[in-house]
């Protein structure tokens, strides 16, 4: 139970080892973190495509294994679970998997459906559950998987388990019987390309070929007159179907946590399959490793070692995070976070963005609050940007008032000219494909594709929005990223800010969409010990951990509810004492953050950097 509501304060007086699972493909760079270099020479090496300089680009960060093969496993052959809304693309991903390694392809739905089609008595029970896009009962369910489960063929071929646990007691029967997967695959995927997937499939009665009448249609026309429309798809149904699987996931991914690997299913499938296929091969990898060195792959000790092989692929929240200064890891497992969310953001045609990063190092509330982290994760963005051949401008606010240091917020004080002398890689990109300007309409040239403005902020007696705004007028349709903005009202030199009204500047500071957040959470009034954290990267929920202690001295992230817009403190309260989630109202995000902005207490009131 929580005594107290949950604040933000970050504590910094505990220092402890920092640990991090090697997620991150940056590599710990031996360069100094104050040199403000870049953290490698392949990341140094640029490529400027209209001076024609080639190299690998900045920052290439999807793991590739390389020169690995499909070998046939002597003893324990592959067991993969893969989940996702409905419509997320598992059906379609499953047969690439099945045609690569193999496996036995066990798909709840799929069996379902033909006890359905033969009318069978367990199909004449499934049959209403299912067209009311309900789950069908739990035993019904689990005494057909767990009957295919001991065939011959799948204990020989090893198993890909589609649809199944989709509660928490399936989890558990299969728990109690000791099956598990050495990997659990979450396909994510926005809802209203969820609906508009189920909307437009087909299915090909003859082959059970998946088509989409958009996506995928049918090779001829003899194949397209025969396709049918599964009697689940319609958009009602669609949306009741994802209620209840938002309302299990959770407790299904909290038993596989540790081995769980979310994957970016709003992509091309084959784009998707790719990195599928890089995580199977590596579990595939350790396996035989494991079998190399001889171990005796006893159920249980397997899967403990199966565990933490796959743990290298959870991307899960760094511990030890009160570790100041910062580990290489922890400030480089941040920056791709970052990288990865805006990239998508940007792909995605969004063009208002902000970045709200509050690891410790980067909060200005704190004492360890540190520059250098700042200007890294700039310049992380700015490059990969450049990479893809985008001019891409820097701006930092100068004087808001009169004279040179009128209204020059603290931390941004001299924060220009470290940018000017930061390492830009070698082949010149400072000057080229990246601009360092200010915040303002004339900072506007016509050949920038892209601005990044470093911490925007209002300081007691001169607002930037005036400028900012000015400058998103003159952008136009070009991405603007706000990095950490503090754009809340503070009150003017007469008491009352200058620009706009307070409702217009709230509302403007509302029109940029979060690509990224990330915060600590804390009781209320304490600065130690972490509670757990709040992250969102796009186009992905709020995720709310728990911190957990474990008996080892080590601690751990555990994932205790996602949102679909950013929870209120109440919602955070409710989630940690294990309240049912509350489903989230379609409030509109600029009234919700404006109402929370009025709240003197809790964790939002608190923050100065909502806005
Ligand atoms: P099930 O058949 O498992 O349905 P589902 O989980 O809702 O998933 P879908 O089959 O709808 O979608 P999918 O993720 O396989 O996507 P697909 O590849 O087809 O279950 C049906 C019902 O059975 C349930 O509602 C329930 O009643 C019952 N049931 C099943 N398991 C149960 C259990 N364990 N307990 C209780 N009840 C259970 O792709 C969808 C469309 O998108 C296709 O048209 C495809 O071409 C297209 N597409 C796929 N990938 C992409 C891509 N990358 N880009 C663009 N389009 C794509």
Known sequence: MLPTTLSSLHSTNVTLTPSLSPLSPFSPSSSSFLSLSPSSSTQRRRRLNSLCVFGDTHLRISPKPKGLRVKCLVSEPLKVMISGAPASGKGTQCELIVQKFGLVHISTGDLLRAEVSSGTEIGNKAKEFMNAGCLVPDEIVTAMVTARLSREDVVERGWLLDGYPRSFAQAQSLEKLKIRPAIYIVLDVPDEILINRCIGRRLDPVTRKIYHIKNFPPETEEIKARLVIRPDDTEEKVKSRLEIYKQNSEAIS?????????????????????????????????????????????????????????????????????????????????????????????????????????????????????????????????????????????????????????????????????????????????????????????????????????????????????????????????????????????????????????????????????????????????????????????????????????????????????????????????????????????????????NEAKNTSGIWGFLSGIF
């Open 254 to 594: 909290s038993t596989y946590l540790k081995i769980m690997t979310k994957i970016d299913g709003n992509r091309p499938k084959e784009e998707i399959f790719k990195e599928i296929e890089s995580f199977l091969l590596q579990v595939q990898k350790d396996k035989e490793k494991m079998e190399k060195s001889g171990n005796t792959l006893l159920e249980s000790k397997s899967h403990k070692i199966q565990t933490s092989a796959s743990e290298d692929n959870w991307r899960g929240i760094p511990t030890k995070l009160n570790n100041i200064p910062h580990s290489r890891e922890i400030r480089d497992y941040f920056y791709k976070d970052v990288l990865d969310a805006t990239q998508r953001a940007i792909n995605d045609g969004r063009i208002r963005l902000k970045v709200e990063n509050n690891i410790p190092e980067l909060n200005p509330e704190m004492d360890v609050y540190r520059i250098g982290t700042l200007m890294e994760l700039v310049r992380v963005l700015a490059l990969s940007f450049a990479d893809d051949g985008k001019q891409v401008k820097v701006c930092v606010q100068g004087s808001m008032g009169e004279g040179a240091l009128t209204g020059m917020p603290l931390q941004l004080a001299g924060t220009r000219k470290i940018l000017e002398y930061m390492d830009w890689g070698d082949y010149g990109a400072l000057g080229t494909f990246i601009k360092i300007g200010s915040v303002g309409a004339k900072e506007v040239d016509e050949q920038d594709d892209m601005f990044i403005i470093v911490a925007p902020q209002n300081a007691v007696g001169n607002c930037i929005i005036d400028d900012l705004k000015a400058m998103t007028d003159a952008a136009g349709n070009r991405p603007v990223i706000l990095i950490n903005p503090r754009l809340k009202d503070l009150p003017g030199s007469s008491g009352i800010m200058q620009t706009m009204g307070r409702d217009k500047r709230l509302e403007y500071a509302g029109s940029f969409q979060n690509c990224y957040f990330f915060r600590l959470l804390y009781y209320a009034g304490t600065q130690y010990p972490i509670m757990g954290a709040l992250r969102m990267s796009y186009p992905y929920r709020y995720e709310l951990y728990k911190r957990v202690d474990e008996p080892s001295g080590k601690e751990k992230y555990v994932i205790l509810s996602t949102f679909t817009e950013r929870p209120t403190t109440d919602e955070i309260n409710d989630a940690f004492q294990g309240k049912p989630s509350v489903m989230i109202k379609p409030i509109h995000f600029i009234n919700k953050c404006r």
